[in-house]
């Protein structure tokens, strides 16, 4: 552990100003605060503080950031208060500490909820202040140094998933790889102990049969650079044993397929001499196809910055050559904290805020649109696993993405307006579909409308957490609005039926009575099913419900015949709170009638129905509704048709020709039977109405080539 001079004279050797006296201060006040408390290894519990401070010293980190590293812990395991903390060391210092102290006010049920809610705090936190994170990761990083001593396998292996779930691709997306690494090579040895154990073995005899391979290439790099004139210090290091396993689980080759256990790193004074550097690895050794990557002119989302190559070098070996200056170097080290480590005379105010940073923000904006803490989990993961794939807009911004983007991804993430109005796509130049992967180097313009709005069948394929977070709000507020339009539609028929006054008292009465807290909860309850309106009338008229529940308790009459209290469909969005049977098709002009299901809203079905048996005795189920009169609907509803034709050719050109002639749109053709003579096929066809429908069948039935046609009702 280290002691309280070694701490401040780390902390001098990079920041002569620091505030000795407030360190001092803080190192003293960790140990009383934590007093005789100790950790699973038997330590004083002060020292994982302190050690926290050491990791924050080691990344040349500002004496605000080592000060909250020293009293992270206080306020959640001690009697200390955030006042306290604010009284002697700042709002600052306190604000800091609040953020990463793992709070828990909530009565939480179950540990991924509790998780979830922890690290939706975080994301709060951070927003405000990038050193939140930071802080954080030091504090996961020395918890997983010292995992071992826990007993609790399961607790062991749960802090190791979380680790590797959530911690390491925090630290991947600020950029600190060589913190991520650590992360996820120490949760790898808790989570698969025996796969680690074999590739450290491996790299074992690898290290004693290859002897000093190593070293006789990097010394034959240096001398192949150094006769150009080029100053450059070549370093040759082994990765970690959880990132050679990653990759042979990703590419499905054994160890010995691998040809880059060892990657090779380049460093130069300046840019120039990193294309420099390239030109002579290239010129001195064949460069292997497809394995250059250039993260210099186009750097990765978490500001990372090298040139990355592959060549048959010296001694008849595949190498991996990554290229980069010093200061690149230390980017790639230590990320957002070689942005916030001392540099003497510096202004970093700028720094301070945490929304500069563009997938901060998303993250936020999924918050803000999550149901959740789960869902807001569930999104943010997807939004940080990913490996990355680089489209330009036409004005030639450079937008990262997760590898199997769609446009849709990319609308969202140009700007949430520009996804939610979004209605195609031009991928370099071609119109394609929204559900189309994106490549590297797509150039993607979005087509948009000012009617347009998210489907939800966008969730199917999107590929980013704020995309498929902002199709679900839609769609969770939208079905909402529906469902509420639809209660209150059942309700003033259900009211008039029972020939009650419908009025905003007798609604707040249904309400206590059905322990509701608004009539829009109330509308919303009976639009989705699980309160019928008859239940509400009797709950606000019991002694009306005699006459009205005997009419509601009878199933619709056969003829079809819509009575005076049908409920319209106007205004509702098919899909949403009302959904058309596939089993008989109902289009505008069929006699209809509603099954309500619970939980689920209204099924539609024409009157005739086969299926209405199953309903006969549930007939509180049904429900009295009508067409709309006016635009309220959708233009085309599907019908299908029943198709006997003559097995000659061009009969089907002909069927599909006389379809489209008559305005109507084939989305489904399946063969049901084949003979010799005659097939026989299903035809969905987007139509107007019945009546336009019985135009297409006559049109159809005109035809020399059709045997038969019926609308089919199943």
């Known amino acids: 552990m280290l002691r309280q001079f070694e701490l401040v004279e780390r902390v001098r050797t990079y920041d002569t100003a620091v505030d000795e006296d407030a360190l001092n ?30 990791i924050l010293a080691d990344m040349r980190l500002d004496g605000s950031s080592i000060i909250t590293g020293l009293l992270h812990d206080t306020v959640e395991d001690t009697d200390t208060t955030l006042e306290e903390i604010s009284d002697q060391f700042g709002p600052q210092i306190a604000q800091l500490v609040d953020g990463v102290t793992k709070l828990s006010l909530l009565e939480l049920q179950s540990e991924n909820t509790k998780q979830a809610e922890n690290f939706r705090k975080l994301f709060l936190a951070m927003s405000e202040d990038i050193r939140v994170l930071l802080v954080k990761l030091a504090d996961r990083l020395h918890n997983m140094r010292t995992l071992h001593h826990v007993k609790s396998e399961e607790k062991r292996r749960r802090v190791a998933r979380e680790t590797m779930e959530i911690y390491a691709p925090l630290a991947d997306r600020i950029g600190m790889q060589a913190l991520k690494d650590e992360l996820e090579d120490l949760a790898f040895k808790e ?33 192949t650079l150094h006769e150009t004139g080029l100053q450059a210090e070549v370093i040759g290091r082994e990765k970690r044993p959880h990132s050679i396993w990653r990759k042979m689980q ?3 080759v054994t160890f010995e397929q691998l040809s880059d256990i060892v990657a090779f790193r380049v460093e130069v004074e300046s840019l120039t001499d990193c294309y420099g550097a390239l030109g002579v690895m290239h010129g001195a050794w064949p460069a292997v196809p497809g394995r250059f990557k250039d993260y210099i002119s186009t750097p ?21 050559i990554q290229i980069r200056t010093t200061e690149m170097q230390e980017i ?35 918050l803000d649109h999550a149901s959740d803490p789960e869902e807001f989990l569930e999104h943010t993961k997807l939004e940080m696993f990913q490996d990355q794939v680089f489209c330009f807009s036409p004005k030639g911004d450079l937008i990262a993405l997760p590898r199997g983007s769609t446009p849709v991804d990319f609308a969202y993430a140009v700007h949430t307006d520009i996804g939610d109005t979004c209605v195609g796509a031009k991928i370099n130049g071609q119109i394609n579909q929204l559900r189309t992967i994106l490549q590297n180097g797509d150039q993607v313009e979005i087509i948009r409308s000012t009617v347009a709005a998210p489907s939800p069948t966008w969730e199917r394929f ?16 939208k079905e909402r609005d529906e469902y509420v339009r639809l209660g209150e539609a059942i309700l003033e028929r259900g009211f008039a039926q029972a020939d009650c006054d419908m009025s905003k008292k007798a609604l707040k009465h249904a309400c206590r009575l059905l322990k509701l807290r608004t009539t829009e909860d109330l509308f919303a309850a009976v639009g989705l099913g699980d309160v019928t309106g008859m239940q509400v009338v009797g709950a606000v008229y019991p002694e009306a419900v005699g006459a009205g529940q005997a009419e509601e308790n009878l199933p619709r009459p056969r003829d079809g015949s819509a ?58 189920r049904w429900l009295d509704v009508a067409w ?6 959708p233009e085309k509803h599907v019908g299908r048709i029943h198709v006997v034709v003559v097995n000659e050719p061009g009969t089907l050109g002909t069927i599909t020709t006389l379809i489209g002639s008559n305005n109507g749109n084939i989305s489904n053709l399946k063969f049901t039977n084949r003979a010799t003579d005659f097939f026989e096929m299903h035809i969905d066809v987007e139509v107007r109405d019945v009546r336009h429908l019985t135009n297409i069948m006559a049109a159809l039935r005109a035809s020399p080539s059709v045997a038969s046609i019926e609308r089919t009702r199943g």
């Open 250 to 252: 990703r590419k499905n």
């Open 462 to 477: 999107v590929a980013t957490g704020k995309a498929r977070s902002r199709i679900r709000r839609f769609v969770r507020v």
């Open 25 to 54: 201060r803080a190192y003293v006040f960790a140990m009383m605060a934590h007093g005789t408390q100790t950790r699973a290894s038997g330590d004083p519990y002060y020292s994982h503080p302190v050690e926290v401070a050491g």
């Open 332 to 366: 790639a080290d230590f990320g957002v904290a070689a942005h916030w480590s001392y540099r003497a005379g510096e202004d970093r105010a700028s720094l301070q805020d945490g929304r500069q940073y563009r997938w901060v923000r998303e993250l936020l904006e999924i």
């Open 191 to 223: 989570i698969n102990p025996t796969a680690r154990a074999s590739v450290v073995e491996r790299l074992r005899y690898l290290r004693e049969e290859g002897g000093d391979l190593v070293p006789r290439i990097v010394e034959r790099m240096k001398q």
């Open 628 to 633: 709309s009169v006016g635009t309220d609907l």
């Open 300 to 320: 990765k989302p978490n500001g990372y910055r090298s040139l990355h190559t592959t060549v048959y070098g010296p001694e008849h070996q595949r190498l991996e």
């Open 563 to 620: 009575g005076d209290h049908a409920v319209p469909l106007r205004g509702l969005i098919p899909g949403m709170a009302v959904h058309f049977s596939n089993c008989c098709h109902p289009l505008p002009g069929d006699r209809i009638v509603g099954i309500v299901t619970t939980g689920k809203g209204v099924a539609i079905h024409t009157i005739d129905c086969d299926m209405l048996q199953q309903f006969e005795e549930t007939p509180e």
